[in-house]
């Protein structure tokens, strides 16, 4: 067993603190990740609260994983020692239904590990990235290029696959008016993304104070939506909205800003469900759809493009002991634009 020191959530809603915990061995397809930087995603947050219900504790969260491969399993082809791996949301599927073996493992009709607060195969939880290492099927890691800022990359392992794939799968391009609701982790890396592919990009805010921060992200607009003459000029202008909101709020007033025949994807995950009025999707054949991260191998096409395009995460570095205080940011609003935490302060 591998000891791994960590922050761990003991019980719901309690602040984290230093935890330590053993890792499986290096089996023979496995790799073992000396983590070096890991992002703080909200979905950390609604889980360590139970938002979602289910959560299992102790809770060691964390899903944007980036760090350097120290061992390698007698089997494994994909890396070798020294290399630089990251680790998203899952560590394992079935691998064998539909879903799996057209590599959306996300979708797993069967049992999907995920890094954290989940389950093994053989019913072991599963522990994330506040800590100084994991071990993974190499099939689930994925390689990162050294020409960026490491920091800058790990949230790409969540934020950004998550904003890229239902980009990909509507394939936004330059004829598209894009609208990205809210601007925070996942928001900005959707701003930048739909920017890069081309497209018009209009930010839709509840923070005026983000204004400056969107154009610079690429945006070529911005909208205070508590500004009621700012919000009726873009009435049924959007062909495309992504959703991030982590919080409940009235999906049919964004809906109404879609042209005809548009679609509103949602990524962010209120515990709330929504209330959607008929008449708002009928009246112009509106749709409204959702969107999991992203497969391996789309994962891995997304940070290749970011590592082409120079597209990285904006982050505030922080170290493990302030995680707390970060949460507490979060949930304000305060966040410009990802939390990462430098694992080198677990140390
Ligand atoms: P975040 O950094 O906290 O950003 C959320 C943004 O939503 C805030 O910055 C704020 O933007 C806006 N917002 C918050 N409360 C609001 C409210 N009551 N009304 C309107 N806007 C509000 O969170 P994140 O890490 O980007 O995650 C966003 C959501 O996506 C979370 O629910 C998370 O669990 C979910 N998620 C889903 C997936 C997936 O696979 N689908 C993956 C990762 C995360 P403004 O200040 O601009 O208004
Ligand atoms: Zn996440
Ligand atoms: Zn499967």
Redesign the pocket.
């Known amino acids: 067993m591998i000891a791994t020191k960590a922050y761990a959530a003991p019980a719901v809603s309690t602040p984290l603190a230093p935890f330590k915990f053993d890792r499986k061995e290096v089996g023979p397809n496995d790799i073992q990740i000396e983590i070096l930087y890991c992002?703080v995603?909200?979905?950390?947050l609604h889980q360590i609260r139970d938002e979602w219900g289910g959560s299992i504790f102790p809770m060691v969260p964390g899903?944007?994983i980036v760090g350097k491969v120290v061992k390698v399993g007698d089997a494994v082809t994909k890396f070798k020692v020294g290399e630089t791996a990251g680790i998203g949301?899952f560590v394992d599927s079935c691998r064998h239904c539909p879903s799996c073996e057209a590599g959306e493992e996300q979708y797993c009709d069967n049992h999907l590990s995920f890094t954290y607060n989940g389950t093994y195969k053989d019913g072991a939880p599963t522990y994330g990235g506040y800590s100084d290492q994991y071990v993974v099927d190499e099939q689930y890691a994925l390689h990162v290029s050294d020409k960026l800022p490491l920091e800058g990359v790990a949230p790409l392992l969540?934020?950004g696959i998550?904003t890229y794939s239902p980009l990909m799968t509507w394939k936004i391009g330059k004829d598209h008016k894009v609208a990205v609701v809210g601007l925070g982790?996942?928001g900005h890396m959707a701003v930048k993304f739909a920017a890069s592919l081309g497209a018009e990009v209009t930010v839709l805010s509840t923070s005026a104070s983000k204004k400056e921060d969107a154009l610079k992200l690429g945006a070529h607009h911005f909208v205070v939506t508590k500004d009621e003459e700012q919000v009726k000029a873009v009435a049924g202008t959007f062909d495309f909205i992504l959703n991030t909101i982590s919080a409940q709020h009235e999906y049919n007033f964004y809906l109404q800003m879609l042209k005809l025949d548009g679609t509103m994807v949602l990524v962010g995950i209120p515990p709330e469900a929504p209330q959607v009025s008929a008449f708002n999707l009928i009246g112009k054949r509106r749709r409204i759809a959702g969107s999991m991260?992203g497969g391996i191998k789309e994962t891995q096409e997304m940070l290749d493009y970011c590592a082409e395009h120079g597209i990285v995460s904006d982050v505030e570095v922080i170290n493990i002991d302030y995680i707390n205080e970060a949460y507490e940011r979060m949930i304000k609003n305060d966040v410009r634009y990802r939390f990462v935490i430098d694992i080198a302060s677990l140390k």
């Open positions: 992002g995603c909200h979905s950390d899903h944007e949301c969540c934020a998550t982790g996942l991260i």
